[in-house]
């Protein structure tokens, strides 16, 4: 069911309407857990069984893993979770890619045969639950988290229907305190809390949410005219390459950060808070600032239970952090998908990461200067930034490596023609408009801070003028049929 929908609307409001008539807590639960496991099945049918497994196995795991009073058998339990999830996305979303592999190394040395591609559908939201739930089992066994006192509970962390698609990512110990009615640190203690719909909350959960459909409906689906094929055709001029490069990042943050503040706009309306996914990433001043500003419960999770571990023993090893920032972000570029463009993602940005830390290590000076600590620095290092992370988004659409390698020389190395330019945008006047609309809101955004809170703030009559605006654009602007978010494919 996509948020973009006027099915997920009546859904939504259905939901809300329930569990605001009957306030029945034990009821509204149990509601809410069987509205998230149906929100799920109405888009991905039977594969919802894949969900419930990987519910009843990380809390039956992490639960034993927490019991146990050896070693070994923490251990046992732990591997048992870990293999069981990371098996079945496995399974279900790189099988494929892996017998593809297989088959081409197989006609290298002439094999003879190749092995059939099952062709398998991949489930919908899987990269994210699963990551949710080993986060869970993962703090259970480093002792940082008391595992869910009822199955009930845990499923409702796992299974909530406004991150349960495309995230963000929650952590086990940020949500499952807000179930309950008391909240002593991360341990929580009383019953399951009644689900009380705050007018605050509705107020501003409601202005995230339309902030949201903005970004996706009006703006990332409108600029697909310049993203919705393959950026580099051969004789491409370069500033051809550089205005699609520029328009499929902007459409990737719309379409993501779009889905992320539906899904915390949704939460919060039930009171729960979700952690922002991103924080102005086009206004990153470095590598490591970006990852910090995008989809940040991706790029922490992979910081907590990968980078971390890999470098804990040998963070003074020059090599060490190296080796593991390119490791985490090779791995962080194949949980996007099974394909090699992606593993060329991670890789430019692991790249990016390993330099940024060298420079760092080896010339702290440069940092430090002066120049750096004015506003005309500031506005240098994100241009600069700006310019090596919208080349990695070069290969997050482009499929073919020789399509890669050529679209980043035109990127690069400027040929300064322009008539295809010009014709290309006399073409698609309102995308390009999109793109400068999109900066001057983006710089408006930055420099007053969080807007939603302030519009959320605002007098009721301009409350309701300023929604009455986005849902007029949004109307008049869609592209058609509701389009697929671009994370769903993760």
Known sequence: ???NTIEFVVFFVVVLAIITIIKNRKFQHLFLLFTSFFFLYYTDNYLVILLLFTILLHFYTGREIYKSNTRERK???FIIGIAGSLGLLGFFKYADFAIAQFNIFGNIVDLGSEIPLMDLALPIGISFYTFQSLSYIIDIYRGNLTPAKTLKEYAIFVAFFPVLVAGPILRA???????REKMEK???????????????????GITIMAFGFFKKVFIADNLTPLTGHEVPVPELESFIVIIRTIALGIQVYCDFSGYSDIAIGAALIFGFKIPRNFNKPFFATSPSDFWSRWHISLSKWVRDYLYFPLVFKNRKSSVVVYSSLMISMLLLGLWHGASWNFIIFGAIHGIFLATHTIIKRKCPQISQHGFFQKNIGKFFSIIITQYFIFLAFLSFRV???DHIWYSMQKYVFLDFATEQFIELVSLNQFPVILIIVFFILNFISYKHGNLQNAISRIKLRYWFSFLGSILMLVLIFETGPAQDFIYFKF
Do not use: A
Not at 173 to 179: A, G, N
Not at 186 to 204: A, D, E, H, P
């Open 1 to 3: 069911m996509l948020f």
């Open 186 to 204: 991360f341990n929580s203690t009383g019953g399951l809390r009644q689900l009380v719909i705050q007018n605050s909350n509705l107020k501003l």
């Open 75 to 77: 251990k046992i339990f």
């Open 173 to 179: 110990r940020q949500f499952l305190p807000q179930l």
């Open 399 to 401: 499929t073919e490596f």
